[in-house]
């Protein structure tokens, strides 16, 4: 059974870094991209960055370049997200996504992971 678990979220303080993994089993997503996206509350899921398991393809929203970082590791199957200064406006549930061809647009993405929170204090 296709899986993707993601995990690494907490509590951090604004100019803080944490970094967010999505463990990818139980199919060959080698063909796929994938990518990881964000809802706060009240809003609608958003796209955050987007990578192929060869390390290219890779996009970033507008709102993390510079700070966020998306990468792979083939041997262990696991996407990462390294999200550096980050500010209270990075508060929501992250997801992590697959997709058989290279989108932003989440309803593009067939396969989700259950999500981990994030939340910046001012």
């Known amino acids: 059974q296709e899986q993707l678990v993601e995990s690494g979220g907490g509590l951090v303080q604004t100019g803080d870094s944490l970094r967010l993994s999505c463990a990818a089993s139980g199919r060959t997503f080698r063909t796929y991209i994938m990518g990881w996206f964000r809802q706060a509350p009240g809003k609608e899921r958003e796209f955050v960055a987007r990578?192929?398991?060869?390390?290219?393809?890779?996009n970033y929203a507008d709102s993390v370049k510079g700070r966020f970082t998306i990468s792979t590791d083939n041997a262990k199957n696991t996407v990462y997200l390294q999200m550096n200064s980050l500010k209270p406006e990075d508060t929501s549930i992250y997801y992590c996504a697959a997709a058989s061809r290279i989108s932003e647009y989440a309803p593009e993405y067939g396969y989700w992971g259950q999500g981990t929170q994030v939340t910046v204090s001012p």
């Open positions: 990578i192929s398991w060869s390390g290219g393809r890779i």
